[in-house]
């Protein structure tokens, strides 16, 4: 065979294999996908329909939050949403200290959360109200790492599920409003000053937070753990990689952190890209949006919608971006594409033992 056509053969041969290493924009609809962190607090199944449409798989959380519906409420929207459409979505559960203290606390946490599980929920929600707003009876912040917490975990660790956990805050809740890194946070802690935890010195640290929930792990080496919104670490793959380092049962999710990310891209989208590339089994997609009942459905549908077609571009495409939680423009990290399938989909259905994916 002629030296040209078998070198001009090799050559069609690696742009083609080169090509399908990495998605691209229009993959977006081809990919099965997982966004572990959404709270469908709604009998509207418009963003369950758009999940079905994108090809994605819902994991709709409760959570122990004051703006939220009770936590019975919560469970009954996404057993709903189970309801219609029980290969597109799942849920997490959570449990409240409204009773701590009581004897009976335990053994009605335990209680709860059975039922729970005996309907489905693939683990739990810890939020940031321990740390930052329950207190004890001598007018102490209940952090994580407290014992009497320790017979409802183990409860979770013998069922086999996974706790999701939201511990302290973003660094930047420790910061003025001026000298935070993103947008969002300084929206969203100057709508929230209780939780802006500058304004607040006498409560506990950053460092105490981070603190309490690396004993909390400590404590229970057998846990199944994924830290909420990059765990807290958000500011610095590098701390971030030193925890996963630390804490082989711990992954995390994105959910309204990629910010963050994208904001480290501006400085060293390198360092990024290569953390995510050696962690992306222990790093879960997830967006923390919200919807209720109140929300106009056509336009819940459209901010996820375009949501996720943002992120996707920041994964898989090289392109140059601009997002409003972040000043100025970075680039996408143009993930390889069994990168992307990991953080999408893999990682997901190994932490939160997902079944019946495939069926999506």
Same mark, same amino acid.
């Given at each position: 065979?002629?030296?040209?056509?078998?070198?001009?053969?090799?050559?069609?041969?690696?742009?083609?294999?080169?090509?399908?290493?990495?998605?691209?924009?229009?993959?977006?609809?081809?990919?099965?996908?997982?966004?572990?962190?959404?709270?469908?607090?709604?009998?509207?199944?418009?963003?369950?329909?758009?999940?079905?449409?994108?090809?994605?798989?819902?994991?709709?959380?409760?959570?122990?939050?004051?703006?939220?519906?009770?936590?019975?409420?919560?469970?009954?929207?996404?057993?709903?949403?189970?309801?219609?459409?029980?290969?597109?979505?799942?849920?997490?559960?959570?449990?409240?200290?409204?009773?701590?203290?009581?004897?009976?606390?335990?053994?009605?946490?335990?209680?709860?959360?059975?039922?729970?599980?005996?309907?489905?929920?693939?683990?739990?929600?810890?939020?940031?109200?321990?740390? +930052?707003?329950?207190?004890?009876?001598?007018?102490?912040?209940? +952090?994580?790492?407290?014992?009497?917490?320790?017979?409802?975990?183990?409860?979770?660790?013998?069922?086999?599920?996974?706790?999701?956990?939201?511990?302290?805050?973003?660094?930047?809740?420790?910061?003025?409003?001026?000298? +935070?890194?993103?947008?969002?946070?300084?929206?969203?802690?100057?709508?929230?000053?209780?939780?802006?935890?500058?304004?607040?010195?006498?409560?506990?640290?950053?460092?105490?937070?981070?603190?309490?929930?690396?004993?909390?792990?400590?404590?229970?080496?057998?846990?199944?753990?994924?830290?909420?919104?990059?765990?807290?670490?958000?500011?610095?793959?590098?701390?971030?990689?030193?925890?996963?380092?630390?804490?082989?049962? +711990?992954?995390?999710?994105?959910?309204?952190?990629?910010?963050?990310?994208?904001?480290?891209?501006?400085?060293?989208?390198?360092?990024?890209?290569?953390?995510?590339?050696?962690?992306?089994?222990?790093?879960?997609?997830?967006?923390?949006?919200?919807?209720?009942?109140?929300?106009?459905?056509?336009?819940?549908?459209?901010?996820?919608?375009?949501?996720?077609?943002?992120?996707?571009?920041?994964?898989?495409?090289?392109?140059?971006?601009?997002?409003?939680?972040?000043?100025?423009?970075?680039?996408?990290?143009?993930?390889?594409?069994?990168?992307?399938?990991?953080?999408?989909?893999?990682?997901?259905?190994?932490?939160?033992?997902?079944?019946?994916?495939?069926?999506?």
């Amino acid at each position: 065979m002629n030296i040209r056509v078998i070198s001009a053969a090799i050559l069609i041969t690696f742009v083609a294999t080169s090509c399908n290493q990495y998605y691209k924009d229009e993959d977006f609809a081809s990919v099965k996908k997982v966004d572990t962190h959404m709270h469908l607090n709604t009998s509207n199944t418009a963003v369950s329909e758009l999940a079905r449409e994108d090809n994605f798989r819902l994991v709709t959380v409760n959570v122990d939050a004051p703006s939220n519906p009770s936590l019975e409420d919560q469970q009954q929207y996404a057993l709903e949403q189970i309801a219609a459409f029980p290969n597109d979505v799942n849920y997490l559960t959570s449990f409240t200290l409204k009773d701590w203290g009581t004897p009976g606390w335990k053994d009605t946490t335990i209680a709860y959360l059975k039922n729970s599980f005996d309907k489905g929920a693939l683990g739990i929600k810890i939020w940031k109200n321990i740390g +930052m707003v329950y207190k004890d009876s001598a007018n102490q912040f209940i +952090m994580i790492d407290n014992p009497v917490f320790d017979p409802v975990i183990e409860y979770v660790i013998k069922q086999d599920k996974t706790i999701l956990g939201h511990l302290g805050e973003p660094k930047n809740c420790w910061l003025p409003l001026e000298k +935070m890194t993103v947008n969002n946070d300084r929206l969203y802690f100057k709508n929230h000053p209780q939780y802006h935890m500058f304004l607040h010195p006498e409560d506990p640290s950053y460092d105490d937070q981070i603190a309490a929930r690396d004993r909390f792990l400590e404590r229970h080496p057998d846990l199944r753990f994924v830290g909420a919104h990059l765990g807290s670490l958000e500011w610095d793959v590098d701390e971030l990689a030193k925890r996963l380092d630390k804490f082989p049962n +711990m992954a995390v999710d994105m959910g309204a952190r990629i910010c963050h990310l994208q904001y480290q891209s501006k400085a060293n989208r390198e360092k990024v890209r290569n953390f995510i590339i050696k962690y992306a089994d222990r790093l879960t997609y997830g967006t923390d949006i919200g919807v209720n009942d109140s929300e106009d459905p056509g336009q819940a549908k459209d901010q996820q919608h375009k949501t996720w077609l943002s992120d996707w571009t920041y994964f898989v495409t090289d392109k140059k971006m601009s997002v409003a939680e972040v000043d100025g423009e970075f680039d996408g990290l143009k993930l390889p594409r069994d990168v992307v399938d990991k953080i999408y989909h893999d990682t997901a259905v190994k932490w939160f033992k997902i079944p019946d994916v495939t069926a999506n």
